[in-house]
């Protein structure tokens, strides 16, 4: 079983950027690859990025690439996303998901067995 939260999350204007964190519990944070989704009003929840459980292989959705980092620090079982240039429509709630498939991770939500709350991310001038 892992635990997950989210912080981080606020309102920035656009072409800001904020930097989230999730804090996992437990002492296997190191055996799950660890993914970002989020989910806006009205829309489906969807993929942003995902790391490994070393960190050797990230994958990003095509709308954030170039413009958010995806980071784990295992020794502190948190995994961070570090997002840069924002634009109104990364407006969403954040969430931070734990994976068993942690060699390849996959990119579906079906593919992470546990979930943080999320937090809201907020783009607006």
């Known amino acids: 079983q892992v635990q997950l939260e989210e912080s981080g999350g606020g309102l920035v204007q656009p072409g800001g950027s904020l930097r989230l964190s999730c804090a996992a519990s437990?002492?296997?944070?190191?055996?799950?690859?660890m993914g970002w989704f989020r989910q806006a009003p009205g829309k489906e929840r969807e993929f942003v990025a995902t790391?490994?459980?070393?960190?050797?292989?990230?994958y990003y959705a095509d709308s954030v690439k170039g413009r958010f980092t995806i980071s784990r620090d295992n020794a502190k079982n948190t995994v961070f996303l570090q997002m840069n240039r924002l634009k109104p429509e990364d407006t969403a709630v954040y969430y931070c998901?734990?994976?068993?498939?942690?060699?390849?991770?996959?990119?579906?939500?079906?593919?992470?067995?546990?979930w943080g709350q999320g937090t809201q991310v907020t783009v607006s001038s």
């Open positions: 437990g002492r296997t944070f190191s055996s799950y690859a």
């Open positions: 790391i490994n459980w070393n960190g050797g292989i990230t």
């Open positions: 998901a734990a994976s068993r498939l942690y060699v390849v991770p996959g990119s579906k939500a079906a593919d992470y067995a546990y």
